[in-house]
């Protein structure tokens, strides 16, 4: 079965079961506990009225069970709602521990994340995956356990009475406790793999088309598409009236095998405790009205067992993930800091002779480029979607290794200064992220230790401050998610203000123009070119807007520089560039 | 407590009476079963033999099995109920969306929409199965219970008629407690919550200030706010299911005792005794049922609330009317069409006159009002109010289907969906050949793709397959448009913005044959394309500023000239 050998080979959930052995023990003997109490209630209540039927002389004889019965009505509910207190935070400690791994799986190979999953939100799947895992807890793992605890409790109690009748009891519950749970795996398991299959598709499907919905309309073919999905869903439905029958059977047989456990008790009762109005009859009534509270804790097994395959993707995703988290050999042969420390400006990158491709690729990404920059020149950087923009900033920022040639600044290759790359480096993409905090927050995510004042200072060079005092609660005003609050322009511009207090000397701007139109995008660019006047600047842009502020412009093509040259000169001499700038501007 | 809406659902009231039925069969089952256990215990009491029992015993397997055989055709039947009436919302669900289109998907977000479609139906679904059959069973169970009970012993059956209501309104008072301390503590807890997938999201950027790897405590010490916060709220919030169990627990404690001295006092006997401790626990269970799967239940009910409510929204379906093919001497002219979203101040209003196979020209600022032009003339925004003229044929709106469908819509990013690049292209003309195909392909200059895929036509594309460039996509646009010709009016939304300058170059020699014997609607801020207009439009702040050929508007020295100035900073 799949989900054992998944199992077998985990690493998100196996090591952390020790982590906290006494509180998941704990939380197991308090579940223990809440039946175990339920099962006493009503034990010791038949054991009272049994005896007081057979009329004691004394009230006092049936002063203990009265005070035990007052006991574990009160014991029942108390256990239970600690116990859920305690498997959760458990799980919850669980799951802070898996968090905090997953994030740092993801952060090594943050840059490349968004390029290599392109499609969905790939990153809040993994945050609902380790809510998976919380639920397989919480609703498989604990009641299955504690079903299993409460099994052997009740086999090894009966021992005492009689071996032969323990034996008895061993199978008949092992029927709900063992057997059961596996054939529901068993039966289920293809069925829910299938049923699984079908949502994605149908998932996917309906995503892609309510996203063309209005190719749908205008093509009038809308109801089409309605009763299309609708017979895709029909498998769905046949599937899903499949396994609800099975459940429902399952439900029924296993009410049929508690009905023979009552049966067998009340025999075996009667042959253990013979009498006549008390004596030992008095047990009868006991050991009968038990089975009904316990059986509780058995009937939920099978159920349980059933729901495991809902947690199989989420344990194989996690799996798949960490099996690249081999670290990434480092063949740095000096300290980054240390050689971050010893950089001092002014800056000056170079590119030589650098060619790359990806491991898989046939042919090379980029060849043959040279470059060289001087601290506090503009390159602008223009190119076809594809034609190896996005590879040659992952270059100079030296989050990939060129397969030859050098990217150097001062002489240090980029690549070896790893994470204190930063401290030369920044960038700024086509949406920059904002997190879900407040303006403030957001802002020191460039400079943890900036003052206020200092937040103001950079707010009002990229033409913020005005709008930021006019908020509610100005800097403490929260961006809402994915910087919502803001228009595109402004996200920008809080995003150059980060890059500001980040005070690096090289900038990397990331086609940051794409969807705003030309006059806001004309006072954008000024914007960044009059703010980081001074630092290096590398601009990746698609059209011609702006061009004229930079030093240099190259053209690239299918890996290789087509152009090269300033603005200015370009204009005089080069013939396609003309061309370019005719188109753009039109002919007025 | 029972929504009204499910009532309207077809066979709702036969289900309903069938439930009725069998849960009443049911509780006497559940009586039945107590009677014959106990029977046989109190008979083993007495020192009867075992033999003499298994009458008592194989009726009470029969009785047991029979509760269980009511309860597994309820589901069963409910099951069934639930599927169909699912499938019946979700097909209504869906036609409404696919008929009025991006007015309810972008008012929802479209991943809600899918997410109501699929999952939300599910859990409507799993609402219908449930909640009804626990609602039947509260109501119904226990007071047949409560007579049998009465029977034996009148006072035990009006001490937990009392409890019951005590019961009830402890855990509702509770419950009301809890929910107002939980919801106080839930602005934090969602912060909090979302904390982690923030994080997640913008990993690239902490990569970049080189905060990443410090970010891990963060990460670490969130998530234990998370967790205390987490507890706080579940301590106070299961506080109502705790006061139902101590109760009713207590409650069988206290019929035990209750009993066991009626038994010492010789005022009542083992049979009855036994037969109403046995039974106190199943007076209980109904309502514990009902209060366990109760936020399950929740979760249902709001996305039924959800869906009915876009099932109610209204579509403004305007009179259908019929309209003759556009033409070369057709004549539209629109006066004073008005509208103004929400909150927001600007009212657009827009007066335009459009002849027979003109190229027009829409240009302005963002905010100008351009999008909402093309959207009204889509006919997915309806106007507050308008006069149109089509022929002479007055219309309010363009919502109608004999104008949607002799339009071609290019936007800035044109949907290609998730099928192979010749259904994609054949899209609004499903029966086109394959010479027609190759003929598209070639006028577009889809050729090197269609030589680069692996399957050549055939090839998956689109979202989660091979995914398309930007240029690419728009010349799949162009091809579906040059299929179809019988479609003579194209709207274009920005169709280059998205594009860089070589490929914008490259695709408007693409596209200006395409345009001829066209009614074209041309929205854009790249001003070069205005060369090659007949009519220019200008729009500012949500009005008509400019109207006229590209020649006069340059004489005017107008909104234009001063546009072309704000924009021409290269």
Redesign the interface.
Same mark, same amino acid.
């Given at each position: 079965m799949k989900i054992f050998s998944l199992l077998k080979n985990d690493t998100w959930i196996k090591p952390y079961l020790t982590k906290y052995g006494k509180t998941l023990v704990l939380a197991l003997f308090l579940g223990f506990m809440t039946f175990f &109490? %339920?099962g006493a209630?009503?034990f010791?209540?038949?054991y009272? !009225?049994?005896?007081?039927?057979s009329?004691?002389e004394n009230?006092l004889v049936?002063y203990v069970?009265?005070v035990l019965?007052?006991a574990?009505?009160?014991g029942?509910?108390?256990f239970?709602?600690i116990e859920?207190?305690t498997s959760?935070?458990w799980v919850?400690?669980l799951?802070?521990?898996l968090?905090?791994r997953?994030?740092?799986v993801?952060?090594k190979d943050?840059?490349f994340?968004?390029d290599k999953h392109?499609?969905?939100d790939i990153?809040?799947v993994?945050?609902d995956d380790i809510d998976h895992i919380q639920n397989l807890y919480l609703r498989t793992v604990f009641p299955t356990i504690v079903g299993w605890l409460l099994y052997a409790v009740i086999v090894i109690a009966l021992g005492f009475f009689s071996w032969f009748f323990a034996l008895a009891m061993l199978l008949l519950l092992g029927v709900l406790t063992i057997l059961m749970p596996l054939v529901a795996l068993l039966v289920n398991g293809a069925k829910q793999e299938q049923q699984k299959q079908i949502?994605n598709k149908?998932?996917? %499907?309906?995503? @892609?088309?309510?996203?063309?919905?209005? @190719?749908?309309?205008?093509?009038?073919r809308?109801?089409e598409?309605?009763s299309q999905? @609708?017979a895709q869903?029909g498998q769905l439905?046949a599937v899903?009236?499949e396994l609800?029958?099975h459940e429902?059977?399952r439900?029924?047989l296993v009410?049929?095998v508690?009905?023979?456990v009552?049966?067998v008790i009340? &025999?075996w009762?009667?042959?253990q405790f013979? %009498?006549?109005? $008390?004596g030992a009859?008095?047990w009868?009534?006991a050991f009968?009205?038990v089975i009904?509270?316990i059986s509780d804790a058995f009937t939920q097994i099978p159920g349980a067992a059933a729901e495991t395959d809902i947690y199989q993707d989420s344990l194989s995703r996690l799996n798949d993930l960490s099996t690249d988290e081999a670290p990434t050999k480092q063949e740095t042969v000096a300290d980054p800091k240390q050689l971050a420390a010893g950089l001092k400006a002014p800056f000056k990158l170079a590119v030589n002779d650098l060619c790359f491709s990806y491991p898989d690729g046939r042919r090379n990404v980029l060849e043959n480029i040279d470059l060289s920059l001087e601290q506090g020149q503009k390159l602008a950087i223009?190119?076809?979607?594809?034609s190896g923009k996005t590879t040659l900033i992952h270059l100079l920022?030296g989050d990939l290794k060129p397969v030859s040639g050098q990217i150097t600044l001062n002489g240090v290759p980029v690549s070896d200064l790893g994470?204190? !790359?930063?401290?030369f480096v920044?960038?700024i /993409?086509q949406a920059?992220?904002?997190?879900?905090t407040t303006v403030r927050n957001n802002l020191k !995510? %460039?400079d943890e230790n900036a003052t206020d004042e200092q937040l103001w200072q950079v707010l009002e060079r990229v033409g913020l401050a005005e709008m930021i005092r006019q908020l509610p609660a100005g800097l403490d005003t929260p961006v809402d998610?994915?910087g919502q609050r803001f228009s595109g322009g402004e996200r920008h511009r809080l995003a150059l203000a980060?890059i500001l207090l980040?005070d690096v000397p090289l900038v990397i701007l990331d086609e940051p123009t794409?969807?705003? @139109?030309?006059?806001?995008e004309?006072a954008l660019i000024e914007t960044f070119v009059e703010v980081l006047a001074g630092k290096t600047l590398i601009w990746v842009t /698609?059209?011609?807007? $702006?061009?004229?502020l930079m030093d240099q412009v190259i053209f690239v093509e299918d890996g290789e520089l087509k152009l090269n040259g300033s603005p200015a000169q370009l204009a005089a001499e080069n013939e396609y560039y003309q061309?370019?700038?005719r188109?753009?501007?039109?002919?007025? | 407590m029972l929504d009204k809406k499910i009532m309207e659902i077809p066979g709702a009231k036969q289900i309903l009476s069938l439930l009725m039925l069998l849960t009443l069969l049911q509780s006497v089952a559940i009586i039945g079963q107590t009677i014959t256990i106990s029977r046989a215990i109190v008979s083993l009491w007495n020192g009867h033999p075992l033999s003499a029992q298994i009458s008592w015993l194989v009726w009470f397997v029969l009785l047991y099995l029979l509760r269980h055989l009511c309860i597994y055709i309820k589901q069963q039947r409910l099951d069934k109920f639930a599927s169909q009436a699912s499938q019946e919302i979700r097909n209504k669900l869906l036609e409404k969306v696919f008929r009025v289109g991006p007015e309810i998907t972008q008012k929802q977000g479209t991943g809600n929409v899918t997410t109501m479609a699929l999952e939300g139906i599910d859990q409507v679904e799993d609402y219908l199965s449930l909640s009804l059959s626990k609602m039947i069973n509260m109501i119904l169970i226990p007071f047949v219970i409560l007579i049998a009970i009465a029977c034996f012993d009148w006072k035990a059956a009006a001490f937990l008629l009392v409890i019951l209501p005590v019961d009830v309104i402890f855990m509702i008072i509770l419950g009301y407690a809890a929910q107002d301390k939980a919801d106080k503590q839930y602005a934090s807890y969602q912060i909090l919550a979302n904390h982690f997938v923030d994080s997640l999201r913008g990993i690239d950027t902490l990569k970049f200030f080189g905060l990443s790897k410090k970010y891990g405590h963060s990460i670490f010490k969130t998530s234990e706010k998370f967790r205390k916060a987490t507890i706080s709220t579940l301590k106070i919030a299961i506080l109502s299911t705790f006061a139902l169990d101590f109760f009713t627990t207590l409650s069988i404690a206290v019929v035990a005792v209750f009993l066991g001295l009626g038994l010492i006092n010789g005022t009542m006997l083992l049979y009855p005794a036994l037969v109403i401790l046995t039974l106190s626990p199943e007076y209980f269970l109904p309502i514990r049922d009902f209060s366990n799967d109760y936020h399950a239940t929740l979760n249902g009910k709001n996305a039924f609330g959800a869906i009915n409510e876009i099932l109610d929204y209204d579509e403004q379906l305007p009179e259908p009317q019929e309209l003759p093919q556009w033409d070369a001497a057709s004549q539209l002219t629109i006066t004073n069409m008005q509208h103004s979203y929400d909150q927001a101040q600007q009212v657009n209003q827009f007066d335009l006159q459009l002849h027979g196979f003109q190229k027009v020209g829409i240009v302005g600022l963002s905010g100008s009002g351009k999008s909402t032009l093309i959207n009204l003339l889509s006919g997915f925004l309806q106007p507050d109010q308008a006069e149109i003229s089509y022929n002479g044929i007055a219309l309010d709106s363009f919502k109608q289907a004999d104008w949607q469908k002799q339009l071609i819509y290019i936007p800035q990013v044109p949907y290609i969906f998730h099928q192979t690049l010749r259904e994609n292209i054949v899209f609004y003309q499903q029966d086109a050949t394959d010479e027609q195909v190759a003929a598209a392909v070639e006028t577009v200059g889809l050729t090197d793709l269609v030589a680069d895929l692996p399957d050549g036509l055939e090839t998956v594309i689109g979202e989660g397959a091979r995914s398309l460039s930007g240029g690419q996509a728009q010349r799949i646009a162009l091809a579906r448009a040059f299929l179809d010709q019988s479609r003579r009016i194209i709207l274009f939304d920005e169709p280059t913005a998205h594009l860089d300058i070589e490929t914008e170059v490259e695709l408007k020699e693409k596209m200006l044959p395409l345009m001829e014997n066209h009614l074209v609607i041309f929205a854009t801020h790249r001003l070069h394309w205005l060369n090659e207009m007949d009519q220019v439009v200008v729009l500012d702040h949500g009005k008509v500023a400019e109207a006229g050929s590209l020649t006069e508007l340059k004489q005017a020295d107008g909104a234009l000239v001063k546009l072309s100035h704000a924009m021409g900073r290269i």
């Open positions: &109490c %339920g209630l009503m010791n209540s038949g009272l !009225i049994s005896r007081s039927a009329l004691p009230i049936v069970p009265i019965t007052r574990f009505g009160i029942r509910p108390v239970r709602y859920r207190l959760h935070n919850l400690k799951t802070s521990e968090r905090l997953l994030y740092n993801l952060e943050a840059v994340f968004k392109q499609t969905g990153l809040g993994f945050s949502k149908l998932y996917g %499907g309906l995503t @892609d088309n309510v996203l063309g919905v209005s @190719d749908w309309i205008f093509s009038q809308g109801q598409y309605v999905h @609708d869903e439905r899903n009236h609800k029958q429902n059977l439900n029924l009410q049929l508690v009905a023979v009552t049966v009340v &025999c009762a009667a042959f013979p %009498g006549n109005h $008390g009859a008095n009868i009534a009968v009205l009904f509270p223009l190119g076809r979607s594809g920022r994470d204190e !790359i930063s401290q920044g960038v /993409h920059p992220y904002l997190f879900n !995510i %460039g998610e994915a980060r980040q794409v969807s705003l @139109d030309p006059v806001t004309q /698609h059209h011609l807007q $702006g061009l004229s061309k370019l700038l188109i753009d501007r039109g002919s007025f | -």
